[in-house]
C-alpha cells in the first residue's frame, strides 16, 4: 500500500467498509503493512472537516503485565527513563520506594492502581490515554 502522505499529516485514519473512522495508527507503519480487512486507511490529514475518532467503547482491562505496558510506552514514544525520572521526582521517600517496587517487580499493572492515574499525567497521559493505552497493550 502506498499512500500519499500531506505535510500536516500525523497519523492514518482507519475506516470500516461504511467509511466510518474506526482507529488511528502512527504514520511509519512496517513497509508493506495493509489495514484490516474490510478497511481502508488515509492519512489524517484528508478527513473531512468535523471527523474524528470514535469514542471506543470495549471493556478496558483490569490489568496488564509489565512487558504489556513497557512495550506499549516505547513503541508511542514514551522512554522507560521517563518513567523512572517521573518515579525519581515523587517527593515522599516511603511512596517513592513504593511505587518503584510496584514498577520495577509487579508482573501485572493494575488499571485500579491509586499510583497508576497520577503517574501517567506526568506522562502526558489522562484517563481516557490510559484506558487506550491499557486497551492497546492487552493486545501485544
Known sequence: MVLNMGASATSLAILDGEGRVVTFVRLDVPEGWQPPAGCSAIPDDELPAGWERAADTS????????RQIRLW??????????????????????????????????????????????????????EAAVDAAFREASAL
Request: glycine content about 4%.
Open 59 to 66: 471493556p478496558v482491562p483490569p490489568q496488564v503485565s509489565a
Open 73 to 126: 510506552l516505547v513503541r508511542n514514544g514514551i522512554p522507560l527513563a521517563t518513567v523512572e525520572s517521573a518515579i525519581d521526582s515523587i517527593m515522599d521517600q516511603p511512596t517513592r520506594d513504593e511505587i518503584r517496587v510496584e514498577w520495577e517487580f509487579a508482573p501485572y499493572i493494575e488499571r485500579s492502581h491509586q499510583w497508576l492515574v497520577p503517574l501517567a499525567q506526568v506522562l502526558g497521559l489522562d
